[in-house]
């Protein structure tokens, strides 16, 4: 009797989706839920990341560094991605400023990384306003702290030390050297506000284009109708803060950018 072609036929591989989804500088992670809660929503195994010297106590913060970070993300992005690593497979990466910065140091200049197949940036740290700047003036210090520039219940922690802005720089200065040599070619979509206190977000708007980054597209948003008081420009990553219109303009754009048909969802198999 001749094997069916099931028994000859090898089983396809059912398309898989993971994302991966990483705070800001001081930003207290379970503050990301919100939106990964939402891309779950499109079927995608959604991991939130942590760096370290984001928890509530000074614990951890002799682990802060650019080199201990980066360690950190490739270790998470790794663990998040791993049943998706099939050639037709989804990896999404989503950050938020430090996090979408972290993550584009890395992917810039870690060739063996199972690369994103998408990413979402939210204020992304990649250009910086004066007042960060004058930040930087004072953050090569071993020792001490500032007032957190995050809002009260978004910060992981009431002060943010100094050693955390070091090493943002550090990942900021790295990231210039190997700047979009891979992620110029991953379908990005860079949202940002006008008004962000932190990001220089017109500059950065205009380096996407002289650059002719043809992947990657900007979303203006605005939060002037969040019901967080007082109002932080810089930070937008749920509804609280972005404000019904913006948190639904967002919504949307992911759900047309991410979405699996139903034949690619990994309930249904292919």
Request: glycine share 4%; proline share 5%.
């Amino acid at each position: 009797m001749s094997p069916t072609l099931a028994q000859t036929t090898p089983a396809m591989h059912a398309k898989q989706a993971c994302a991966f989804v990483l705070h800001g500088l001081n930003t207290n992670p379970e503050r990301m839920g919100e939106l990964a809660a939402l891309i779950e929503q499109q079927k995608f195994q959604t991991t939130v990341g942590q760096l370290a010297g984001h928890t509530n106590t000074a614990a951890d913060d002799k682990s802060i560094s650019a080199i201990h970070w980066k360690s950190e993300f490739i270790e998470q992005w790794n663990r998040a991605t791993e049943k998706c690593r099939g050639k037709n497979d989804e990896r999404l990466f989503v950050g938020y400023s430090l996090g979408a910065l972290a993550g584009m140091n890395v992917f810039d200049s870690q060739t063996q990384l199972p690369l994103p197949t998408q990413m979402i940036l939210l204020s992304p740290a990649l250009s910086f306003r004066y007042k960060v700047l004058v930040i930087r003036s004072i953050a090569w210090l071993p020792f001490g702290s500032l007032p957190s520039l995050n809002h009260p219940d978004y910060r992981a922690r009431n002060t943010t030390p100094l050693k955390s802005y070091n090493s943002l720089f550090d990942l900021h200065d790295e990231w210039r050297t190997a700047s979009w040599n891979t992620t110029a070619s991953i379908p990005t979509t860079v949202v940002l506000s006008e008004k962000d206190e932190l990001v220089d977000s017109q500059t950065l708007a205009k380096t996407i284009v002289n650059k002719s980054l043809s992947l990657w597209k900007v979303l203006w948003l605005s939060n002037d109708d969040a019901t967080l008081t007082p109002r932080y420009y810089h930070l937008m990553i749920d509804q609280r803060s972005m404000g019904t219109v913006a948190w639904n303009i967002l919504k949307d754009s992911l759900e047309k950018s991410i979405s699996l048909s139903p034949q690619e969802n990994p309930q249904n198999g292919r």
